[in-house]
């Protein structure tokens, strides 16, 4: 039988505690996603504020990205709660705000436009069609229903039923105001299905528009078919020749089946570098990138009365906030030299590269970098994720110099993305009258000491997006 006892044991065993788990998600964040968490945390932590690099009172030790922050953090380690309703302090206490004439603009310069939505270009049409208050109304709900596609996606009479008690309408009405919505652009907005979307774009071109009246037919009653490629059997149940079948179907591929998609909705793809690579001593560096160094700092007036008023029991909240911003502050110090630490180690890695380009980059891991760093593989990949060098070679993600060894059989290997790079040199440079096959570039390959098989090289061509020899020949 057993019995119920205790027994004493060790164990060790790592805790992820809130603080550890902010570090690790600041250190795989972007620089733009770094930005917006730290504007969503000065939304609500009063003791955090950014900081000018003009700002008087925060000096040459501005130009850092941590320095007096990390020390203002410290030196309110010993305050005790305090209540902030606590002797008036002179205006002069308080950050004054700008007014400079000359940069008046500038945040609007800084940031991009918000991207219009569909929804708010229809309305914006919607207010110019001059309609009744009624029909201004319905038109409302039918815009609102529909999709980033253009498409509507309730029914006429789920509308006209939603719009009930406040406005007594039916179908026919949302109907006939839906029709004057999808004559507004873009053509084919508010289609319930393909063929009525792509029937809208058809009915704006003019009568005499080549294979106009054989693709209406077509998109009518035989689009599934046309997509089954059952071209022939439309073409004779229509009684269509080669050519007006042709004509039908070039201007059917013309038109968009996604109407709404080009309206608004998602903003130009761009990336910030967080650190720059420039030549100095003769050594490729990097530094930080000042334009998204996180300037923060504690705010010294809060900071101050909590030191002046030491014992107060109903500021429990606002020491909170103390201690987050200090651990904030400490996060970001640890993320930036880490940053730094991995960036340094892969460029000293790839040297070459910065010289020579991809045709000399070297194999490189991440238990590489992290054997030579003391860090876990781990860490490595959280700071290599979506962060990037502004380099003589363009904007390069931290993960472009990382690539697998080749093996040659002897002491030198070579990187996958070096092999890559061959390839597509020699490829652009062939006879595109007697093209390189894949066992001739193997063969060249090898008289150059890389070692890669044919069906290596097949794989690295397919990756490349390079047809093969066959069809690359000229006629």
Known sequence: MIKPGLQLGLSQQLTMTPQLRQALKLLQLSALELQESISETLASNVMLEPVDAETDDWGAESNSEDGATEAQAESADDAGPTDLDVPDYDAEDWPQPRHDGADSDSWRDRHAAEPESLQNYLLWQLRLARLSDADFAIGSALIDSIDDNGYLIDDVHAIAAGLAPELSVDADEVEAVLHCIQTFDPLGVGARTLAECLALQLAAYADATPGKAAAQVIVAGHL????????????????????????????????????????????????????????????????????????????????????????????????????????????????????????????????????????????????????????????????????????????????????????????????????????RKLIGSENTKKPLSDSRISAVLKSRGVDVARRTVAKYRESLSIPPSHQRKAP
């Open 224 to 423: 599934n078919a046309l997509a089954d490629g059952q071209r022939k059997q439309i073409q004779a149940e229509l009684n269509l020749d080669d050519t007006e079948m042709a004509a039908a179907e070039a201007l059917i591929q013309s038109l968009d089946p996604h109407p709404g998609a080009g309206t608004g909705g998602t903003t130009a793809g761009y990336v910030v570098p967080d650190v720059l690579v420039t030549r100095r001593n003769g050594r490729w560096q990097c530094g930080v990138n000042p334009e998204i160094a996180p300037r923060l700092r504690i705010n010294p007036l809060y900071e101050r009365c909590l030191r002046d008023h030491r014992g107060d029991r109903d500021q429990a909240p606002l020491r909170q906030q103390l201690e987050e911003a200090r651990w904030l502050l400490r996060s970001l110090k640890m993320r930036g030299e880490t940053l730094m630490r991995v960036a340094n180690a892969i460029v000293e890695h790839q040297q070459d590269f910065f010289d020579f380009g991809e045709e000399v980059m070297k194999p490189l891991g991440l238990r590489s970098i992290a054997e030579r760093l003391e860090m876990h593989e781990s860490t490595i990949s959280r700071v290599c994720a979506n962060k990037w060098m502004a380099t003589p070679r363009g904007v390069l993600e931290f993960r472009y110099f990382f690539s697998n060894a080749v093996s040659n059989g002897n002491d030198e290997d070579h990187s996958a993305t070096a092999i890559r790079a061959m390839i």
